[in-house]
């Protein structure tokens, strides 16, 4: 007997719970929320069991759901495993090649490799924004093939890593933020008097990290990058930025270093796990090793 479950459905049932709702999920999935919608509906009827509580505002997975979705994600894993072993085996080439790095590290850095990889092979590129204790999860649960982030102080047994470069972190504000005015040491009691511009840890199993933050400051939490730079240039709190990157924005009035802060220096390192190895991850490697640049 079929059953009704399809990976397609187990895509749909992960894209929604990973973007907190349908309309989300559909934008991902480049579907219209209403073909979602229906092939859940059609999924329940043929189960004979309700995947999504609606009594509330919001829909919310009931157990069965939570079940299935769980479950599921195990089998959509396994299956991409599949499909990525078997091409491997016929040519040497991953058919897919996820490379992670932290946000704050620009994307940017890494189009010239894609560009590159493009001449020699067809495997396909996802290039996944993480941040502080997802980057290492999304290498540790096989959601990434390689990561590039700040180093670890000790690394997992069955990861191998090589350091590429060096980032500078500064402490800014935008310009006309109150912590211009300010006089005195800028330590941590005197940063517990500002909103800091923090963004969410990627991590879906491992507990969530966080730098540069004290127990009793104020923050704004934002998911990505991009978004922190967008609230530091409104005024809304202080936070670090790389200073290549916060460079153009002071530059253009926009932001301004804090005066008593210091430049603080990571190590880029460049991880991947050791038991797994193909075409394409390795020329990535070896890419990386000579022409990593920080833009």
Known sequence: MQSPITLEALHILDAIDRRGSFASAANELDRAPSSLSYQIQKLEQDLDIMIF????????????????????????????????????????????????????????????????????????????EEILAGSWESLNSGRADLLICPALDALPQDVKAERIGKMSMIWVAGSDHYVHKRNGEFDEAAREKYRVIAIADTAREQ?????????????????NFHAKVEALVSGLGIGTLPSQVAQEFIERGELKRINGTEEHSLDIIMAWRRNTMGEAKSWCVQYLKKNWALK
Request: no cysteine; aromatic share 6%; glycine share 6%.
């Open 53 to 128: 509580d609606r009594s509330g505002h919001k829909a919310h997975f009931t157990k069965a759901g939570k079940l299935i979705l769980e479950r599921g994600r195990a089998i959509l894993q396994a299956s991409e495993k599949l499909v990525a072993d078997a091409t491997l085996l016929a040519n040497g080439w991953e058919l897919d090649l996820t490379v992670a790095f932290d946000g704050i590290i620009p994307i940017k850095n890494f189009f010239p490799m894609v560009e590159a990889l493009s001449d020699v092979s067809t495997t396909r590129v996802r290039l996944q």
């Open 207 to 223: 507990p969530a990290l966080t730098m540069n933050i004290t127990q009793k400051q104020p923050r704004l939490t934002v998911t």
